[in-house]
């Protein structure tokens, strides 16, 4: 029995066999589309548990696959995994579906990703454009980020940043991590950039205890929930 069957969507030969094969060693069933009008045709045959979809295709724009895929009666979650990283693509990606992964990526993040949506789709729940981690909260849609009820304003960059702590709330992260999934990779040998962009997000979200955001000198950050 496969954990859940799993509709890859691009057009890039080399990135639908990279997925099939890490998705199928990950215990999921796979199936493939090259374009949009394929995905939608395979969609509606196979009723995937959820559609992975690049936003640049060859025929129909992935938005666009989304919406008739939202506009039919089996709401199907979708998970963009694009190169497209500005912050309008990135709000009209997640207005559209349940998450949003850019190029270039981490297999494994990529499937944790997948492992949470479904957790939250097959549950019932509201759509998650919402993330919490203790008392801190971001919305993925309006951009605001919230600690113990109260506003917080964050640049784009601050933003990003901290959504990629919550995402992997627990965990420690290294620099060279965070420059390849907040920078995409630009400025890679730049240490200085996170450490700055780091200070700047403290001032923001940890001006009282408890402390969400600490530094494991010589390996990383971590984003660690506040004890109970």
Do not use: C
Not at 67 to 75: F, V, W
Not at 114 to 128: F, Y
Not at 181 to 192: C, I, P, S
């Amino acid at each position: 029995m496969s954990e859940a069957r799993l509709l890859v969507v691009d057009d890039e030969p080399n990135i639908r066999e990279l997925f099939s094969a890490s998705l199928r060693m990950a215990g999921f069933e796979v199936l493939t589309a090259a374009d949009g009008q394929e995905a939608l045709r395979i969609a509606e045959e196979a009723a995937p548990d959820l559609v992975m979809l690049d936003i640049m295709l060859p025929d129909v724009d992935g938005l666009a696959v989304a919406g008739r895929l939202r506009s039919r009666g089996r709401r199907v979650p979708v998970l963009f995994v694009t190169a497209k990283d500005s912050p309008e693509d990135t709000l009209a990606g997640l207005s559209l579906g349940e998450d949003y992964v850019t190029k270039p990526f981490s297999l494994e993040e990529v499937i944790a990703r997948i492992r949470a949506v479904l957790r939250r789709t097959r549950r019932g729940a509201p759509e998650p454009n919402r993330l919490r981690v203790g008392e801190l909260e971001l919305d993925e849609e309006t951009h605001e980020v919230w600690r113990d009820g109260v506003l917080v304003r964050l640049s784009p960059t601050e933003f990003r940043l901290l959504r990629y702590f919550m995402l992997n709330a627990g965990r420690v992260m290294s620099k060279t991590q965070i420059l390849d999934h907040v920078w995409n990779g630009a400025w890679r040998t730049d240490v200085g950039l996170v450490e700055s962009y780091v200070s700047y997000l403290r001032r923001k979200i940890d001006t009282d205890e408890p402390r969400y955001l600490h530094t494991l000198r010589g390996v990383g950050y971590i984003l660690r929930p506040p004890r109970e």
